[in-house]
């Protein structure tokens, strides 16, 4: 079992910036991918950021060139500068397996950015 716990989620101002965190315990070296997802109101989750464990990343479309994934060893980190009204959302981590893709995920930080 991994256990994740995310933190630095707030409120934030149009262009402001935050940075997220995901500490993991338990068996988290099992895994090889870790990533970020986030769920705006009344909407599905959807992927933000991944980082593979050869240090491939992606970035969802609308992020790419404001957010940044990083990680190291049980932590994982997202800096979002630049952010918009439309990145509020619960964003949660998750650590997992690419070839069986399972995972774990953390329970969610809020993100609120307003114009």
Same mark, same amino acid.
């Given at each position: @079992?991994?256990?994740?716990? #995310? !933190?630095g989620?707030?409120?934030?101002?149009?262009?402001? !910036?935050?940075?997220? +965190?995901?500490?993991? +315990?338990?068996?988290?070296?099992?895994?090889?991918?870790?990533?970020?997802?986030? @769920? *705006? *109101?009344?909407?599905?989750?959807?992927? %933000?950021?991944?980082?593979?464990?050869?240090?491939? /990343? #992606?970035?969802?479309? +609308? %992020?790419?060139g404001?957010? /940044?994934?990083?990680?190291?060893?049980?932590? %994982?980190?997202?800096?979002?500068?630049?952010?918009? *009204?439309?990145?509020?959302?619960?964003?949660?981590?998750?650590?997992?397996?690419e070839? /069986?893709?399972?995972?774990?995920?953390?329970?969610?930080? @809020? %993100?609120?950015?307003?114009?």
């Amino acid at each position: @079992q991994v256990q994740l716990v #995310e !933190s630095g989620g707030g409120s934030v101002h149009d262009g402001g !910036s935050l940075r997220l +965190s995901c500490l993991a +315990s338990g068996n988290y070296a099992t895994t090889n991918l870790r990533a970020w997802y986030r @769920q *705006p *109101p009344k909407m599905e989750r959807e992927m %933000v950021a991944i980082i593979k464990s050869n240090g491939d /990343t #992606e970035y969802r479309n +609308s %992020v790419r060139g404001r957010f /940044t994934i990083s990680s190291e060893n049980a932590k %994982v980190f997202l800096e979002m500068n630049s952010l918009k *009204p439309e990145d509020t959302a619960v964003y949660y981590c998750y650590f997992g397996d690419e070839a /069986t893709r399972r995972g774990y995920w953390g329970q969610g930080t @809020q %993100v609120t950015v307003s114009s």
